[in-house]
């Protein structure tokens, strides 16, 4: 068994839809970003290549790359997944946590684990999410942006 960890974050903007663990949320600012900018789904990928330890998102999806310019961010998960189940490994569990001040995350929990457990090809009970906030401190207290935590247990395959 191998673990990894994952962290993203993206300045919030107005110009922006604001899209989190692959579901779009109605709210007045998005995620700026080279991709559809969802800090999870990011977060999620850099956690399970980091435990495979195959690098990092922006490794295998750079910002520099028109392909990926305004990409569905669950592309690249599904991608990410292949990269992970070519190297010999399959998930374990993954707990995630997003720190954002505003929307309210929670009632789009149940929504965001299903979307995302769907396109990882895992059991949702096998896909913990979590919402804080930062209590006004930070960057993300002040609402300027919204960073995600992921953790990932990933076993090989035998």
């Known amino acids: 068994m191998r673990i990894g960890f994952g962290y993203d974050v993206h300045a919030l903007t107005e110009s922006r839809e604001l899209w989190l663990g692959g579901i779009r949320i109605e709210h007045p600012y998005g995620l700026m970003g ?23 998102v922006g490794y295998h999806f750079p910002d520099t790359s028109a392909e990926y310019k305004n990409i569905d961010s669950k592309i690249l998960l599904c991608e990410t997944m292949r990269i992970v189940r070519e190297a010999g490994y399959e998930v374990g ?19 965001m684990q299903k979307v995302l457990a769907e396109v990882m090809g895992i059991p949702v009970n096998d896909l913990s999410i979590k919402a804080t906030t930062t209590e006004k401190l930070g960057f993300t207290g002040r609402r300027e942006g919204i960073a995600a935590y992921v953790v990932a247990l990933i076993k090989q395959i035998v």
């Open 93 to 111: 569990n993954i707990d995630a946590t997003i720190a954002a001040e505003q929307p309210k995350l929670n009632p789009y929990i149940p929504d």
């Open 34 to 56: 080279h991709s559809d900018a969802d800090v999870l789904i990011h977060a999620v990928c850099d956690a399970l290549l980091g435990a495979a330890n195959m690098r990092d």
